[in-house]
């Protein structure tokens, strides 16, 4: 499986396309901002010509939409996500404002056509990814885990020396550390942590050295 990482907008979301020799993908948390961005993603796909299975993403926070409505208007595919953060969709706008961003008349708010839960087998090619709720940063993160290859794709729920931050509408400092201790602990130490911001770990790195969750 190949894994090809865009790192997009001023808060620097990591965007993942997974693929593999069939040419099937699917694209986690299309955070392309700028229209650079946008063409950067969309030519990466079509160049390698690629056929776009699975739009999904690991949480609704607004950073890491910027790009879904763009890849469901062009490739004619569903968005999928968990329930739980859909009440983040109603204020945007606020959002934007908040954190700086311009004020723009583009609607960034999308679709959810299906709805991701505990247990979610998300196939693509020959690839199988799982889907895991962990909740605590929002209450619908999800992460997505590749078994038999030994990936994790994180979102904000892990990052290397780090966890996803607790502050926001429905976050729960206690929740996060339970979940990460619980279910991705659980996972081989050499699994590879992709995040949805900053560098690749694994996870037994952060078992060891995470000053948050480290627990060996």
């Given at each position: 499986m190949k894994?090809?990482?865009f790192e997009f907008n001023p808060?620097?979301?990591?965007?993942?396309?997974?693929?593999?020799?069939?040419?099937?993908?699917?694209?986690?948390?299309?955070?392309?901002?700028?229209a650079d961005e946008k063409e950067l993603l969309l030519h990466y796909i079509l160049d390698n010509d690629l056929v776009?299975?699975?739009?999904?993403?690991?949480?609704?926070?607004?950073?890491h939409l910027f790009g879904v409505n763009m890849l469901v208007s062009h490739f004619g595919v569903t968005f999928a996500s968990h329930r739980?953060?859909?009440?983040?969709?109603?204020?945007i706008p606020d959002q934007l404002q908040l954190f700086g961003f311009p004020r723009t008349n583009v609607d960034y708010k999308p679709i959810i056509g299906?709805?991701?839960?505990?247990?979610?087998?998300?196939?693509?090619?020959?690839?199988?990814?799982?889907?895991?709720?962990?909740?605590?940063?929002?209450?619908?993160?999800?992460v997505f885990y590749h078994e038999a290859e030994g990936v994790l794709i994180s979102g904000d729920v892990l990052f290397r020396s780090g966890v996803g931050r607790?502050?926001?509408?429905?976050?729960?400092?206690?929740?996060?550390?339970?979940?990460?201790?619980k279910k991705l602990f659980a996972m081989p130490a050499e699994t590879k942590v992709y995040p949805g911001h900053g560098p690749t770990t694994t996870i037994g790195q952060e078992k060891k050295y995470?000053?948050?969750v480290g627990v060996m």
């Open positions: 894994i090809k990482t808060l620097g979301v990591n965007t993942y396309v997974l693929s593999d020799e069939t040419k099937e993908c699917v694209v986690i948390d299309a955070a392309c901002f700028y776009v299975k699975q739009l999904i993403n690991t949480h609704l926070h607004f950073d739980d953060d859909e009440f983040l969709l109603e204020n299906h709805y991701l839960q505990e247990g979610d087998q998300i196939a693509f090619g020959n690839q199988l990814l799982k889907v895991f709720h962990v909740p605590g940063h929002s209450p619908g993160s999800v607790t502050d926001l509408a429905g976050g729960d400092y206690e929740t996060l550390v339970t979940g990460i201790q995470n000053p948050f």
